[in-house]
């Protein structure tokens, strides 16, 4: 059977996955920076056959590794950037690995590597098998900040992909049917002038009065938009010290809602505040668009494949000494809020797994028509083909992600196997879709329906170029580092 030739090379060749994603947990490099992470994803992929572009997109870390011929084209997509400030040993416990240091907090070591190992496993089968389509590797930076694959669907690298497959650590296994809110990523700069706050305020311009009267124009307008919407705020740069009149100011929003345009409706607004904050503080405004993304498409006939797949997969299941590792990060954990998290997101039951810190149950998606508060640069691609990105089990059960938690447990056995599980998941789910055309022509049309006319359009203008040197500035502040 093909599916159980792709499941053994996955077996026998674990080891040397496994030590990729442990270099890439201990890499650990924030997005857009990832060079030693992509290097080592695309050095493993050329020494597996495939040829590969790195450096597209206009993103150093980015690359797109491709082997095969012919129909169909079959995605596979991964993720390494890390996240600032959560640095920690794969112990269960708070200790730093770095201190101050970023760390794999949402389990992108495990997501990018599950995905590769899988598109190599299922290359294999395809050539011994003589089985014609093309394989494409999708090396996406900056998930978690800058949507790198923004800019892959903007330079047309998805085009004429049949499906793709992506697989997310989490604490859950399961093929979920969620969409996601889309958003725009903007930074405003205010100019000003300099003066002495004291003995000459009169000839100062502060940018920061800008800033703060922006802000306060921006919480009024939450009352006037549709409740789904979230805005989010930073102030990145607001002045050096008391007695001088900050010339420059910058914030940094996130602006959410659950469809694309809404999302450009309410930044608009946004924008005419940020214009009247310069106009009554006399300062000059530049509005810098960093990241915009659209909702995702959930597919239910990819969703229903993969969670086959998983079943017949098997979930490897947990050592006593991995459930004891759960068990010691689950008493950092309020109880209470494990469960109010498990009502929230609508988990079937939520009761059976009260005292459960590791998941092994494989679930049915029960989340079709459920929007996500958060957001994925995956949605972008979801509106170039049928697209799904499952999980598989890894973060104990009720703890947040983008937290040295997650990132405890993505550089140790319990990240192993989640890997694995996903990696044997989406070979399995590979072949289907290379042996089936009738599943790719299903997904194809519930697409259509999903998207129901709607054009795709680009929400990052061609004028717009990925953020090379605010993400440098980032690294190299960065306290902790490696």
């Given at each position: 059977?093909?599916?159980?030739?792709?499941?053994?090379?996955?077996?026998?060749?674990?080891?040397?996955?496994?030590?990729?994603?442990?270099?890439?947990?201990?890499?650990?490099?924030?997005?857009?920076?990832?060079?030693?992470?992509?290097?080592?994803?695309?050095?493993?992929?050329?020494?597996?056959?495939?040829?590969?572009?790195?450096?597209?997109?206009?993103?150093?870390?980015?690359?797109?590794?491709?082997?095969?011929?012919?129909?169909?084209?079959?995605?596979?997509?991964?993720?390494?950037?890390?996240?600032?400030?959560?640095?920690?040993?794969?112990?269960?416990?708070?200790?730093?690995?770095?201190?101050?240091?970023?760390?794999?907090?949402?389990?992108?070591?495990?997501?990018?590597?599950?995905?590769?190992?899988?598109?190599?496993?299922?290359?294999?089968?395809?050539?011994?098998?003589?089985?014609?389509?093309?394989?494409?590797?999708?090396?996406?930076?900056?998930?978690?900040?800058?949507?790198?694959?923004?800019?892959?669907?903007?330079?047309?690298?998805?085009?004429?992909?049949?499906?793709?497959?992506?697989?997310?650590?989490?604490?859950?296994?399961?093929?979920?049917?969620?969409?996601?809110?889309?958003?725009?990523?903007?930074?405003?700069?205010?100019?000003?002038?300099?003066?002495?706050?004291?003995?000459?305020?009169?000839?100062?311009?502060?940018?920061?009065?800008?800033?703060?009267?922006?802000?306060?124009?921006?919480?009024?307008?939450?009352?006037?938009?549709?409740?789904?919407?979230?805005?989010?705020?930073?102030?990145?740069?607001?002045?050096?010290?008391?007695?001088?009149?900050?010339?420059?100011?910058?914030?940094?929003?996130?602006?959410?809602?659950?469809?694309?345009?809404?999302?450009?409706?309410?930044?608009?607004?946004?924008?005419?505040?940020?214009?009247?904050?310069?106009?009554?503080?006399?300062?000059?405004?530049?509005?810098?668009?960093?990241?915009?993304?659209?909702?995702?498409?959930?597919?239910?006939?990819?969703?229903?494949?993969?969670?086959a797949n998983m079943r017949e997969v098997?979930?490897?299941?947990?050592?006593?000494?991995?459930?004891?590792?759960?068990?010691?990060?689950?008493?950092?954990?309020?109880?209470?809020?494990?469960?109010?998290?498990?009502?929230?997101?609508?988990?079937?039951n939520p009761e059976k797994y009260k005292?459960?810190?590791?998941?092994?149950?494989?679930?049915?998606?029960?989340?079709?028509?459920?929007?996500?508060?958060?957001?994925?640069?995956?949605?972008?691609?979801?509106?170039?083909?049928?697209?799904?990105?499952?999980?598989?089990?890894?973060?104990?059960?009720?703890?947040?992600?983008?937290?040295?938690?997650?990132?405890?447990?993505?550089?140790?056995?319990?990240?192993?196997?989640?890997?694995?599980?996903?990696?044997?998941?989406?070979?399995?789910?590979?072949?289907?879709?290379?042996?089936?055309?009738?599943?790719?022509?299903?997904?194809?049309?519930?697409?259509?329906?999903?998207?129901?006319?709607?054009?795709?359009?680009?929400?990052?203008?061609?004028?717009?170029?990925?953020?090379?040197?605010?993400?440098?500035?980032?690294?190299?502040?960065?306290?902790?580092?490696?």
């Amino acid at each position: 059977m093909l599916k159980d030739k792709a499941m053994s090379w996955i077996e026998e060749n674990k080891e040397e996955f496994i030590e990729v994603s442990d270099k890439i947990w201990e890499y650990a490099e924030l997005g857009l920076v990832e060079h030693k992470s992509a290097q080592i994803h695309v050095d493993t992929l050329r020494k597996h056959g495939f040829k590969v572009e790195h450096g597209v997109a206009g993103m150093p870390s980015a690359f797109v590794a491709t082997w095969g011929e012919g129909k169909p084209v079959i995605g596979f997509m991964g993720e390494y950037d890390a996240l600032p400030g959560i640095s920690n040993k794969p112990v269960p416990y708070k200790e730093w690995e770095v201190v101050d240091g970023p760390g794999h907090g949402c389990g992108h070591n495990v997501h990018g590597t599950s995905g590769f190992m899988a598109a190599i496993a299922t290359r294999y089968v395809l050539e011994k098998e003589g089985l014609p389509g093309t394989i494409k590797c999708y090396g996406s930076p900056a998930e978690e900040n800058y949507d790198g694959k923004v800019y892959l669907v903007r330079s047309g690298y998805f085009n004429g992909v049949d499906a793709c497959l992506s697989h997310h650590p989490s604490g859950y296994n399961v093929a979920g049917l969620s969409s996601s809110n889309a958003v725009d990523s903007v930074k405003y700069e205010y100019f000003g002038k300099t003066a002495h706050a004291a003995g000459s305020p009169e000839h100062g311009r502060s940018a920061l009065d800008a800033i703060e009267l922006m802000n306060i124009g921006v919480n009024f307008l939450r009352e006037h938009v549709i409740q789904e919407a979230r805005i989010h705020y930073v102030i990145e740069a607001g002045g050096g010290q008391p007695n001088v009149v900050p010339d420059y100011a910058r914030s940094w929003y996130y602006i959410r809602a659950p469809e694309r345009s809404m999302v450009t409706h309410i930044a608009e607004r946004i924008n005419n505040i940020a214009r009247g904050a310069a106009m009554m503080t006399e300062t000059e405004l530049k509005i810098d668009l960093i990241a915009a993304i659209y909702n995702k498409i959930p597919n239910k006939v990819l969703s229903e494949l993969v969670t086959a797949n998983m079943r017949e997969v098997g979930h490897p299941g947990w050592t006593e000494d991995e459930e004891a590792f759960a068990a010691d990060i689950a008493k950092t954990l309020d109880p209470e809020a494990k469960m109010a998290g498990l009502k929230k997101y609508g988990v079937p039951n939520p009761e059976k797994y009260k005292d459960v810190n590791l998941m092994t149950d494989i679930l049915d998606a029960w989340n079709d028509g459920y929007v996500s508060k958060g957001s994925t640069d995956v949605s972008d691609v979801s509106w170039q083909c049928p697209t799904m990105e499952f999980s598989t089990s890894c973060n104990v059960l009720g703890a947040p992600g983008h937290d040295w938690r997650f990132t405890a447990v993505s550089g140790m056995s319990i990240g192993h196997k989640s890997l694995v599980f996903a990696a044997k998941t989406m070979a399995a789910s590979a072949l289907d879709l290379f042996t089936k055309p009738e599943v790719i022509k299903k997904a194809w049309e519930e697409q259509a329906e999903r998207i129901g006319g709607k054009e795709y359009v680009c929400p990052i203008p061609e004028d717009v170029h990925p953020p090379l040197e605010i993400a440098e500035e980032a690294w190299q502040k960065l306290k902790g580092k490696r």
